[in-house]
């Protein structure tokens, strides 16, 4: 079995576990092409992403309700629900009511600094 450095050194892309600071209850996993994060919100909270920090995303509604901005768009989601937001378009999410938690995961492909390249072949 290869190693996180091995896999690495290979092309293939491992994520790296860390909490956000600015919530502890939140974790976010960052790799090379792609972001995951759960972050709980408390009631009546608000996060905004400038228009060029995200690729494109899917937003999950895990607990709670949420007012989402994106893309020009003014959407309503409650748990269970999901989103796709373009990349490169300014995001503002609201939790609604109680506690609230978001899954974003996120494409990270066409951001600058992170070109996709070819994959070495395999070693035979």
Do not use: W
């Amino acid at each position: 079995m290869k190693s996180g450095a091995d896999m690495a050194a290979d092309g293939i892309t491992t994520l790296a576990a860390a909490t956000s600071v600015s919530n502890p209850h939140d974790a976010r996993a960052q790799g090379e092409l792609l972001a995951a994060e759960f972050s709980v919100f408390a009631a009546g909270e608000v996060r905004e992403d400038h228009t060029d920090a995200r690729g494109e995303e899917v937003v999950a509604i895990l607990e709670g309700e949420f007012d989402i901005d994106a893309a020009g768009e003014h959407y309503r989601l409650v748990a269970g629900e999901a989103i796709l937001i373009p990349p490169r378009e300014p995001r503002r999410f609201a939790c609604v009511g109680a506690q609230g938690v978001l899954y974003r995961a996120g494409l990270r492909a066409g951001l600058p600094g992170t070109e996709l390249r070819a994959a070495p072949p395999a070693a035979a």
